[in-house]
């Protein structure tokens, strides 16, 4: 395994630009995500994840800056990354067992065959199946043993869990987490279901409109911030960079980053990683109507 000490990704200004004079898919992203984490990777429909992650794999070219995985750059492909794209991309006409055997043929010697039996499921799923006739769940599947089965350091995994039913996102989540428990291998992967990653990821990296809003550690996020109910309005939070602010019955509810010691009238909690997220992205949603009206 990699040292802990160089970044399983680092990207300085990674940018892109699928047409040219077309909006930014990604600009000016600098940020690290550290070896051994399980990263949560956020952000609304069209935020830049998907391009993030194809950059990261190699398979895109950055129009600007550069992102490297464990201290070497990500472009030309990297045997110790198994990406999992959000289309699924396997050949219709092959059977499971001819995926699984072509997984086995192109990674010699870190090829888990027993953890892509696990992550496939052969007692429901035939070896003789083709891809072409299973469902999208059961494609998810194959597709997310091929990259369980590589035994890659870094796993970039867009939407793993779609396609799914709640069992079997259970069971596959679990999956994942104890190979992950057992390696150590860093763990970028995407999803519109913040709670789900909640309960698996330690790292966050929230995008929006192509920009990184936050990241780092998820406990230190939180901790950073606080979710306040308190009497009157709003302008008592003055002192403090407020995130996003609503009424609460005759009083005040917000989410804040104290800048000192809060009143002890004030209810103060921390936030689900839900809750940061959510009011990050409404607060950058009314900035941009705002900017747009």
Known sequence: MPSSDTPAIAARGLGKRYRRRGPEALGDCTFEIPAGSVCALVGANGAG??????????IEQPACGAVEVFGEPAYGG???IAYLAQDRP??????VGGVLHFGARTNP???DAELAERAVDL??????????????????????????GKGADLLLLDEPMADLDVLARQELMGLLMSHTAATGCTVVMSSHIISELADACDHLLLLDRGQVQLCGDIDELTAAHAVVTLSGGPEQLAAHAVVETRPAGRG????????????AAWDVREPSLEELVLAHLATRARHHQEHAA
């Open 49 to 58: 994840k998907s391009t993030l992650l194809e950059l990261t794999a190699g």
């Open 78 to 80: 990297n045997p110790r």
């Open 90 to 95: 396997l050949n219709r006409y092959s059977t």
């Open 109 to 111: 010697g870190s090829w």
């Open 123 to 148: 007692g429901r799923i035939r070896p003789d199946d083709h891809i072409r006739d299973l469902s999208g769940g059961q494609r998810t599947r194959v597709a997310l043993a091929l990259a369980l």
């Open 252 to 263: 005040t509810s917000a989410l804040i980053r104290p800048s000192g010691p809060l009143p």
